[in-house]
Each structure stands twice: as structure tokens, then as C-alpha cells.
């Protein structure tokens, strides 16, 4: 495998050195089938931490220095730095790898057997057996770290993993290719997280492996103030993200909801109780079909230029809410015959019938009517 470590470097002039000589020392004793290299994206460091970097890059020749005028924070520059090296350098592995010496060398022979032997993601693990974090660090720092993991994996629900914000990971390229880069909710320390829950998602096989974190002896820690607000931002905006087509999806069900009660009763005072429920089902699922095509799934809806689309989008869902008719009706019949009837009896049933089957649209919506509908 051809693996790049990506260092970002901002006046690191104190530490680059060391770092890069260590890398080089630990990459002898990776295996000859790997090709190991380095390459460090500077944010125009005034301090002359790339000067540094070209003169190592003479020295052993397999180091690259990528020059970053736009310094728009730790994100940005992994993000286009990793794009580097799956662009012109090839890169069948990506390491994001801290310049001033936190991440110890050491650990990464470990971590590319680890891919080799068929992860697709190694992360060095702070918090699973074997792993630790820096002893000089108070508690209270240590706290924001735990439970800034703890709350991305309840938030996110992937309490299979323990370090979510850890910044020691490899990545093989042929799963970094299929995220979206330039989409990451940060482009500061939280990018981390984002990155994380994303190859999560696409079903990369991800192994942590322990680490012992180890805090900069030399130089300016570089994390920001606002780290945690915007962790946080992260972490809920991909939960809202994901559940968003729920939460619209009940919203156009309550309005639903609200027709449908409203003409049930209406109806039920005219008419046959049964005939009364199913007209206003009818007019509710009327309702709920321009709203979740116009809104919920207006990515992929149904267009009036497409008349015959239209049409048949609306009798596919018509029929995709057969099941939710057959639950709800069941819920009134059956309930008024344990009952008895009575405004207040009639009108909770009905009201638990839409609950049910809302769960039963919901999974229609979403697998059936609008998931086969192309633009």
C-alpha cells in the first residue's frame, strides 16, 4: 500500500523536526510491501517550519511539503490534504497525524498491519483497554474529553466506538473517495467527528487500536476555544440530519392528523361511522401526500411537469397507505366493540390508529413511494 501521514504544521518550527526524524526511523521497520511518505501542509508558518520541511525533504526524499495560503483551520487543511494525496500522489492510505509529537511513531506499524490484515479505518484509541490519556492533564480536562466522546456516541448512537475525536487515524482512500470533503459540518477540530460518523455510515470497517495519548511538550497548543460549541453543533446537526425526514414526515402527519379528525367528525354525524373514518383517511392522506411531495421528499418529488408521474406517484401512495387503513380501522372497530361508543372513545381511537400507523407510512414513504422515483 502506498500510505501517506498528512502533518498540518502552523509554526512548528520547534517540533517539526523531531517528528518527521522519528517517522522516518519507524518506517524502516515497516514492512518493504508498504510505501510510506510524508506530506506536511503548512499554513504559511512565518516562523519557517517550511524551510524545515523542504531541507527533510532533500534529506530522505520521501517527503512532500504542501504549501497552504488560506489558513482556514485544522479541518481545512486535512481536508485538502487528503484530497492531495488522493489526486496526485496516489494514496491508498491517509494518516492524519499530529506535528507536535502528542502521536507517538511507534504506534503506527501497529496500524498499518492493522489495515493490511482488512480494516478500513484504523483509529488510535485513548479509551479502550491499553490506551490512556496524557497524565499531566487535569481533571477537568479529561473530563471534556470523555464526555465529549460520550455525548457524540449517545447523540449519534454509536456506542461501539469509544473515540470519536481522536486525531490519530488511517484511512484507506478507496472509502475517503466516496465522502463528500468539501461537506464536513467543520472545518475546524469537530471536521474529526463528522469524518468518523460518515465512514460509519457508508459501512467501512473501522478497528481501534489502543494509543497513549501524550500532550505537546514544545509550542502553542492549538485548540480552539470554541472546540466544544462547535463539537457540539456537529454532533447534533448530523442527528438532525439524519432523523430530518422523520421529523418532517410527523410534522406533515400532524397536520394530517388534524384534517382527519376534523372531517371524521364532520362525517360521523351524516354517515356510517366506518364510511366517516375511511373519507376522512382519504382526505388526509390527500393532505399528507402534496405536503411530504413539496417538502419532505421535495429532492426527488413528483412534478406537474410529469403529470403521469404525479398520478402515479399519488395511486402508489394511496396504496402504500393501505396498510395504515387496514391498522387504523382495526384500532376503531375493534375498540369500540370492546368499548362501546362515545365522542371521547371514537376520537381517541382514531387518534391511536393515526399513531400506529404512522410508523407504517413512514417506512412506505421512505422505501417505496419516493425511493423509486428518479428526477
Same mark, same amino acid.
Given at each position: ?17 523531531? &517528528? ?19 506530506? @506536511? ?17 532533500? %534529506? $530522505? ?35 492524519? $497525524? ?13 496500524? #498499518? ?46 456506542? %461501539? $466506538? ?10 484507506? &482512500?478507496? +472509502? ?12 475546524? =477540530? ?22 497513549? +495519548? ?19 453543533? #456537529? ?11 422523520? !421529523?418532517?414526515?410527523?410534522? @406533515? ?5 388534524? #384534517? %382527519?379528525?376534523?372531517? +371524521?367528525?364532520?362525517? /360521523? ?20 401526500? !402534496? ?25 402508489? =401512495? ?7 387503513? !387496514?391498522? %387504523? ?20 381511537? #382514531?387518534? &391511536? ?13 421512505? /422505501? ?8
Amino acid at each position: 500500500m502506498k500510505i501517506i501521514i498528512i502533518i498540518p504544521t502552523y509554526n512548528e518550527k520547534a517540533n517539526i523536526a523531531n &517528528t518527521i526524524d522519528n517517522l522516518e526511523t519507524i518506517f524502516k521497520k515497516i514492512s518493504s510491501k508498504h510505501q510510506m511518505s510524508i506530506l @506536511v501542509i503548512d499554513d504559511s508558518s512565518p516562523d519557517g517550519t517550511g524551510d524545515i520541511v523542504k531541507a527533510k525533504g532533500k %534529506q $530522505y526524499g520521501n517527503i512532500e511539503l504542501l504549501p497552504n495560503k488560506e489558513k482556514k483551520g485544522l479541518g481545512a487543511a486535512y481536508i485538502k490534504a487528503m484530497k492531495y494525496a488522493m489526486e496526485k500522489l496516489n494514496a491508498d492510505v491517509v494518516f492524519e $497525524y499530529d506535528a507536535d509529537g502528542s502521536h507517538k511513531p511507534e504506534y503506527i506499524p501497529g496500524m #498499518v498491519e492493522t489495515l493490511a490484515k482488512g480494516a478500513d479505518v484504523v483509529v488510535g484509541s485513548r479509551y479502550v483497554p491499553g490506551g490512556s490519556m496524557p497524565d499531566d492533564w487535569g481533571i477537568h480536562r479529561k473530563l471534556i474529553s470523555y464526555f465529549g466522546n460520550f455525548t457524540a456516541r449517545s447523540v449519534l448512537w454509536t456506542w %461501539q $466506538y469509544k473515540d470519536m475525536t481522536s486525531g490519530f487515524r488511517g484511512t484507506k &482512500t478507496k +472509502f475517503l473517495k466516496k465522502v463528500n470533503l468539501d461537506n464536513l459540518l467543520s472545518k475546524q =477540530f469537530a471536521y474529526k467527528i463528522h469524518l468518523y460518523y460518515a465512514l460509519h455510515k457508508l459501512g467501512a470497517k473501522i478497528k481501534e487500536y489502543p494509543i497513549a +495519548f501524550i500532550d505537546r511538550s514544545k509550542g502553542k497548543s492549538k485548540f480552539p476555544r470554541n472546540n466544544i460549541i462547535d463539537s457540539l453543533r #456537529v454532533v447534533f446537526t448530523l442527528r438532525f440530519k439524519e432523523n430530518e425526514k422523520l !421529523i418532517k414526515v410527523m410534522i @406533515v402527519g400532524g397536520i394530517g392528523t388534524v #384534517v %382527519q379528525m376534523v372531517f +371524521f367528525n364532520i362525517f /360521523r354525524l351524516k354517515m356510517h361511522l366506518s364510511l366517516a373514518q375511511n373519507l376522512a383517511i382519504e382526505l388526509a392522506i390527500v393532505s399528507n401526500f !402534496i405536503l411530504n411531495n413539496i417538502w419532505t421528499f421535495k429532492d426527488h418529488k413528483f412534478s406537474l411537469k410529469e403529470l403521469t408521474k404525479l398520478i402515479t406517484g399519488f395511486i402508489k =401512495f394511496n396504496l402504500a397507505s393501505i396498510g395504515s387503513i !387496514i391498522i %387504523q380501522n382495526l384500532v376503531l372497530l375493534g375498540g369500540i366493540k370492546l368499548l362501546g361508543r362515545s365522542f371521547i372513545i371514537e376520537n381517541t381511537l #382514531v387518534l &391511536t390508529g393515526i399513531l400506529i400507523g404512522l410508523i407504517w407510512n413512514y417506512l412506505m414513504y421512505t /422505501r417505496i413511494v419516493w425511493k423509486t422515483h428518479k428526477k
